[in-house]
């Protein structure tokens, strides 16, 4: 695979990326305004992973895409999300030999602790419908947030040819929320939850630290474990949990 691709693939991940932090900023401007007066740290403690899980899965999502895009063939399409080492591969491939490559691409990286392979044997989707899918994940987060006694900093949002997935750590009844919220949303096929759940004391711990101590918990701690993380190195492809979208009545 050409030089050129690789670039423009890493190239079109720092543009999503920017394109993601400005669409939050935007979204959540009166939040972000109350973070910035209370210090740089405010904002990365709403978030339920450690700022070492964090930048490792950055790191995670930055090797994993460019080594798969080296190595799969030019009609691939593959989308890798990674959230507490947990990583998701959505997108298209020709065959089933591409599906197992990219999955073993991503398993002999360091610190993944569990891989749930999406990836559809199917032609590469269209301009048309990966921009429909941009257009759902800002519906859906947008949804999020307006919804009560969820937070949305706790969803991370995937989609792929209309159907949804759902990654963070959660509760189990935040994750059934934040579904049943996702699956109302006009356009959206069906709701797939690839949740790691932690107890609602957990959440309630993270969420007291969090208020009471946010510029240290800005800080990396190395030693801290990573809230849920899963122990085991595990790839799976099925079962995962999935919810069809509410019929509208209107």
Not at 129 to 150: C, F, G, Q, W
Request: glycine content about 6%; hydrophobic content about 45%.
């Amino acid at each position: 695979m050409s030089v050129f691709r690789v670039k423009k693939t890493l190239m079109r991940t720092v543009l999503v990326v920017g394109f993601a932090a400005g669409l939050s900023a935007m979204l959540q401007g009166c939040f972000l305004a109350v973070a910035g007066a209370a210090g740089g740290g405010a904002l990365v403690a709403t978030d339920r992973r450690t700022l070492g899980a964090q930048t490792e899965d950055r790191e995670l999502q930055v090797k994993a895409l460019s080594q798969i895009s080296q190595n799969l063939p030019d009609s691939a399409h593959v989308n890798v999300t990674v959230f507490n080492r947990r990583v998701l591969l959505t997108g298209e491939v020709a065959g089933d030999a591409s599906k197992a490559r990219a999955e073993s691409i991503v398993r002999q990286l360091n610190n993944v602790a569990t891989i749930v392979n999406e990836l559809a044997i199917m032609p590469a989707s269209t301009f048309s419908s990966r921009t429909n899918d941009t257009y759902l994940e800002t519906r859906v987060k947008t949804a999020l947030i307006a919804e009560k006694d969820i937070s949305a900093n706790d969803f991370k949002v995937v989609a792929e040819r209309g159907s949804i997935y759902l990654m963070g750590l959660v509760t189990m009844d935040e994750g059934n929320r934040g579904a049943d919220v996702a699956s109302r949303v006009l356009g959206v096929v069906q709701v797939v939850k690839v949740f790691q759940y932690i107890q609602p004391q957990e959440a309630a711990a993270v969420a007291t630290a969090a208020a009471t101590a946010p510029v240290a918990a800005s800080q990396p701690d190395a030693s801290a474990p990573t809230v849920g993380a899963i122990p085991d190195s595990s790839v799976s492809s099925r079962p995962l949990e999935q919810q069809a979208p509410v019929t509208n009545s209107n």
